[in-house]
């Protein structure tokens, strides 16, 4: 196969708790082709978040070793990590995370005013995007006028506007009926279907089911791999 796109070795990362040390990942070694669509389940705690966090360089490992494109990001400072976020991931959450007093499409745009983008230009990809989601009509609604499912997808646009080659996405659909859970999923699979590679953490079996790939984590670790990809 081509080289991964995301490449952990040996992953560990703990939480300090008071005196006590919480394992948040245990030496998690895991390889991401360009492309492939992923689904991460596992119980409560069990890890989820903190590597879909690693992966989209939000946390870092302790030990171990992370290479995004080859290029080893393990100890990249805080800056370059930023950069490396904004050009290369897009992250959705359970919760939406949208900024409350700004429009749909001024929350789309917001990553393209961080990259610099012309303001014709921003503009355009923006109106495209919202388009091809199926949120025209809402471009200028604040998220409070939005449903939830609504919300998501303009959390997705934002996510996908820079053109990412990695969307994560954790619990996406965890705050949403299962009609607009759908709606969600259908939009994440479609920007897979584009080329980008899906992660997606999820409590739904019939969700993970869809994924070409399913991982399981418990307590910190890998504990099956569907489809583990040859280093
Ligand atoms: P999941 O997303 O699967 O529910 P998490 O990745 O959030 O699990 O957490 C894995 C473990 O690490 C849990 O025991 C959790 O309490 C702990 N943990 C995660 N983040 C922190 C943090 N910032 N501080 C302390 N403990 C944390
Ligand atoms: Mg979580």
Redesign the pocket.
């Known amino acids: 196969m081509t080289e991964p796109v995301i490449e952990l070795a040996e992953v560990m990362r703990s939480f300090q708790v008071g005196t006590e040390t919480v394992r948040g990942l245990d030496r998690v070694s895991l390889a991401v082709a360009r492309g492939e669509y992923l689904a991460i389940t596992g119980p ?1 705690g069990s890890g ?3 590597l ?1 966090h690693t992966i989209g360089l939000l946390d870092r490992p302790d030990q171990g070793r992370y290479r995004l494109h080859g290029q080893d990001v393990t100890r990249l400072d805080d800056d370059a990590r930023a950069h490396l976020r904004r050009q290369a991931i897009g992250f959705v959450f ?1 919760f939406f995370h949208l900024v409350p007093r700004l429009t749909a499409a001024e929350n789309v745009e917001l990553p393209l005013v961080l990259a610099g983008v012309p303001p014709r230009l921003r503009r355009e990809r923006v109106a495209r995007l919202l388009a091809r989601l199926g949120l025209a009509d809402r471009a200028g609604h604040r998220p409070d006028e939005l449903s939830g499912g609504q919300r998501q997808r303009v959390a997705i646009a934002r996510a996908a506007v820079t053109e990412p080659e990695i969307l994560l996405a ?2 996406p659909t965890g705050n949403l009926d299962r009609a607009a859970g759908r709606e969600v999923i259908a939009i994440l699979e479609e920007l897979n279907a584009a080329g980008l590679t899906l992660l997606v ?1 999820t409590h739904d079996p019939e969700l993970a089911s869809r994924a070409r790939r399913q991982l399981r984590l418990e307590d910190g670790r890998i504990i099956a791999d569907s489809a583990p990809c040859a280093p």
């Open positions: 409560s989820k978040s903190t879909l359970q954790d619990e953490v």
